[in-house]
C-alpha cells in the first residue's frame, strides 16, 4: 500500500464521542437531547461492541424507594466492595444521585431493570451489609441503546477507531484524527468538535492472560487497549491511579467476567469453603470472597493447598436455574454452551477459578463533578476513568451527566479549524511508512513484547526501583523497536498496531507511578518499601505532561 | 477457528461481519463471510446470537478449556 489515504472534508459536530460502549451511547443519546450535535465514532460496530457486547446483569446504584433515604450508607458500601476504594467519594456521591435517573430511562427504553417485576438487588455482597447491585437483562442493551441514540439523531460511525485527540494552540480539544477500518485500505478521517467525550473504555492486554498463546483471552472486552487514557495523555489531560494494579477473577482457563453471577461456594479441593463469607450456597450474596480477596486463587496454587472451586453442587434447583438466566444476562452464553457441550453439569461438577492480569479499570483520566478532564474541550466516562468505578452503571451514569456539561460547554465555543493540523500529516507519514513495509514485526510480536516486559517489571507480584527502572528502559527501547519495524498489511493489522502503541504509552505511565509511590498497598507490592505509609493513606497520585516534561503528584483524595 | 459459518445455510447478510466486536470476520462485496482472524475471537457469542439463519456455532480452542473437578470430594 502506498501512503495512506486522507479524507478531503472533516466531520463536524458539537461533540464527538469516542467508543461507543455504553458510555459512549449514554453521552450521545443525552447530548442529542440537550440539543448538541453528537457524533460516535466506534471501531467495532455499536450494536455488539465494548465491555458490555452482549450483556450484564448487575448495575450499581441507590433506589430510594428501595434502600431507604441515607445515600451516604449505599456510598460507603460501594467503597468496601468490588469497586473500591481508588475514588473519589466526591465523584462517587454524584453517580450514585444520578443511578436512579438512569435505571428508568433503561426501563424506558426496554432494557429489562426489573425482570420479575420488583426492583431485585443481589450478588457482590456480604452478608448484614446494604446490597447495592441491581439485578437486571442486560443481554439487549447495546441494541436497544443503538436504536434510541439513532431515533434522536446520533450520527452513528462503526468501523471507525479514533487515534489521536486534536489541540488547538491553547491547549484545547478542538477535533480527532480517525481511521476507518470499514475496508481493507484503511482511510484517515478528521473530526472537527467543539468537545470530545472519551468513552473507551478499559485496557486489557497489557499483562499476559491466562493462555499467553491467545492475547485475546481476557475477561473484558479485548478490543478495550486504553486508548482513551493514552490519547487523553498525550494531549496534556491528567490522569490518576495508575500505580494501584487490579486483577478480575472468574473461570480458568476461560477468562470471563461474571463470577458474582454463579450462585455457590469458593471450596478447596476438599470441598472447605475458603472464604469467610459464605458456607452454603446464597442467591442474595453469591461468595464474595472473589470481590475481597481477590488474589486468594493464586495464593492457594502458590503455597500448594490450590486449586480453588465455584461448588454448585449444593445449590438449589430453583437457584441453578436463576443462575443460568442470570450468565444469559450477563452475555455469558458462551460459558454456557461450552459447559454444554463438554457435559459438564454445575450439580456435581465444581469449576476452577482463578485471578486474571492486571488491567486498568477505574485507573485513567481524572474527572471532575462535569464529568470533565483537566484540559478544556475534553470530558470522559466509563472504565477510563481514573478517581471513580462502577463499571457498567458507572458508564451509562457519567455518559449522561458528562454530555450535559458537554452540550453547555459547546453552547459557548466556536469549532476550530483542524485542517493541516501538524498531527495528521504525522500520524499520516507513520501510518503510512507501517502500511509500506513489505517484512518487519506484526502487532502480535509487538504486544507480547510489551506483556512479557510488563509482567516481570511491572507485575502485581513484586515491584521496586530497579525493576522498575529497568522496565521502563527495556519498554523505552521496545517502543523504538516497533516503531521502526511493525508492519500492517491491511487496516485490521493498522488498528492492532495502534492499539499496541496505546498500551505501551499506559505500561510507560504505569511503571513511572509505581515508582513514585514508595510504599506497599493493595497490590503495588514493593519490595524496597514493603511497608504501607500512612502518610500516603487516602492519597491519589497524578501523572500529566507539561511543558517541564511528564509530572507525577500526590493530592488528597475527595 | 472459534466461529464456525455452516455456509449451507448463511444467506451472506453478512450480519456478523458488521457486529463482530473483534472484526474478526471479514468479506467483500456480496460474498460469505470468512473467519479472517480466530485468534482474536473474543467467545462473546455475538455472531451465533444474532444470526439470523442460525448458521454459527462456536468452537473453543484447547487453550480456553474450563477445569473441573467432582464436586463434594
Redesign the interface.
Known amino acids: 500500500m502506498g501512503y495512506v489515504k486522507i479524507r478531503k472534508d472533516s466531520i463536524e459536530c458539537d461533540i464527538l464521542v469516542v467508543g461507543g460502549g455504553i458510555a459512549g451511547l449514554m453521552a450521545a443519546i443525552r447530548g442529542t437531547e440537550m440539543g448538541a450535535k453528537v457524533v460516535v465514532a466506534e ?3 455499536t ?4 465491555s458490555g ?2 450483556g450484564n446483569d448487575h448495575f450499581l446504584c441507590y433506589i430510594p424507594e428501595y434502600h431507604g433515604n441515607d445515600i451516604e450508607s449505599i456510598v460507603h458500601e460501594v467503597t468496601d466492595s468490588l469497586y473500591g476504594k481508588w475514588q473519589d467519594v466526591s465523584i462517587l456521591r454524584v453517580m450514585m444521585r444520578r443511578s436512579f435517573d438512569v435505571v428508568k430511562m433503561w426501563d424506558s427504553y426496554g432494557i429489562s431493570m426489573r425482570p420479575h417485576g420488583e426492583w431485585e438487588f443481589n450478588g457482590h455482597a456480604m452478608p448484614g451489609r446494604p446490597l447495592i447491585n441491581l439485578k437486571y437483562d442486560g443481554r439487549n442493551q447495546k441494541p436497544i441503546l443503538t436504536k434510541e441514540a439513532l431515533k434522536r439523531g446520533v450520527k452513528i460511525i ?2 471507525m477507531l479514533i487515534a489521536e485527540l486534536l489541540t488547538d494552540g491553547d491547549g484545547c480539544v478542538v477535533g480527532a484524527i480517525g481511521v476507518n ?1 470499514k475496508e481493507r485500505e484503511p482511510e484517515i478521517a478528521t473530526f472537527k468538535a467543539k468537545a470530545v467525550i472519551l468513552t473507551a473504555g478499559n485496557a486489557s492486554r497489557l499483562y499476559p492472560g491466562i ?1 499467553p ?6 475477561a473484558h ?3 478495550n487497549t486504553g486508548s482513551g487514557q493514552a490519547m487523553a495523555f498525550r494531549a496534556g489531560a491528567r490522569l490518576v491511579n495508575l500505580d494501584i494494579p487490579y486483577s478480575h477473577a472468574g ?4 477468562a470471563r467476567c461474571g463470577k458474582a453471577t454463579w450462585i455457590g461456594v469458593l471450596k478447596d ?3 472447605e469453603p475458603v472464604g469467610p463469607f459464605v458456607t452454603k450456597p446464597s442467591k442474595e450474596f453469591g461468595d464474595v470472597t472473589a470481590d475481597i480477596w481477590t488474589s486468594v486463587f493464586k495464593e492457594k496454587m502458590a503455597n500448594g493447598t490450590g ?1 480453588t ?1 465455584m ?3 449444593e445449590t438449589a434447583e430453583e437457584d441453578l436455574q436463576y443462575m443460568f438466566w442470570g450468565l444469559q444476562c450477563e ?1 455469558d ?3 454456557i ?3 454444554d ?2 457435559n ?1 453439569d454445575i450439580r ?5 477459578f482463578t485471578q486474571y492480569e492486571p488491567m486498568l479499570i477505574g485507573r485513567g483520566i481524572e474527572i471532575d463533578h462535569r464529568g470533565a478532564a483537566s484540559i478544556p474541550g475534553l470530558y470522559a466516562a466509563g472504565d477510563l476513568v481514573g478517581n471513580f468505578r462502577s463499571d457498567i452503571s458507572g458508564a451509562a451514569v457519567w455518559g449522561v451527566i458528562s454530555a450535559e456539561h458537554a452540550s453547555q460547554y459547546v453552547k459557548n465555543v466556536d469549532c476550530t479549524d483542524v485542517e493541516g493540523h501538524k498531527l495528521i500529516l504525522e500520524k499520516a507519514d507513520f501510518y503510512s511508512e507501517m502500511l509500506s513495509r513489505s517484512y518487519g514485526s506484526n502487532w502480535h510480536e509487538a504486544n507480547a513484547a510489551l506483556q512479557q516486559i510488563m509482567r516481570d517489571y511491572a507485575g502485581n507480584e513484586v515491584r521496586s526501583e530497579t525493576l522498575l527502572c529497568s522496565g521502563l528502559k527495556y519498554l523505552q527501547d521496545l517502543r523504538k523497536y516497533a516503531t521502526e519495524q511493525v508492519k500492517a498489511a491491511n487496516s ?1 493489522e493498522l ?1 492492532r498496531a495502534l492499539e499496541v502503541f496505546d498500551l505501551m504509552d499506559v505500561g510507560e505511565l504505569i511503571m513511572m507511578c509505581a515508582r513514585e509511590r514508595k510504599e506497599t498497598r493493595e497490590n503495588h507490592k514493593r519490595s524496597d518499601y514493603t511497608f504501607t505509609n500512612p502518610l500516603l493513606n487516602n492519597m491519589f497520585q497524578t501523572i500529566e505532561k507539561t511543558e517541564d516534561g511528564v509530572i507525577t503528584e500526590f493530592r488528597k483524595r475527595i | 477457528m472459534p466461529p464456525i459459518i455452516n455456509y449451507e445455510l448463511c444467506n451472506k447478510c453478512n450480519l456478523c461481519v458488521n457486529i463482530c466486536p473483534m472484526d474478526a470476520i471479514q468479506t467483500e462485496e456480496g460474498k460469505k463471510p470468512v473467519v479472517m482472524y480466530p485468534d482474536e475471537c473474543w467467545h462473546c457469542n455475538a455472531c451465533s446470537l444474532d444470526c439470523p439463519q442460525k448458521a454459527i456455532t462456536l468452537r473453543y480452542p484447547l487453550s480456553h478449556m474450563l477445569l473441573y473437578l467432582d464436586a463434594g470430594k
Request: aromatic share 18%; net charge positive; glycine share 6%.
Open positions: 471501531k467495532a460496530d450494536r455488539r461492541s465494548g457486547a452482549t462503526n468501523k477500518i493462555s498463546a491467545y492475547l485475546f483471552n481476557v472486552s479485548p478490543g473461570t480458568k482457563y476461560f479441593y476438599y470441598s486449586p472451586f461448588d454448585c453442587s452475555g452464553t458462551s460459558v454452551d461450552y459447559m457441550k463438554y459438564i456435581k461438577h465444581m469449576i476452577e485490521h488498528m
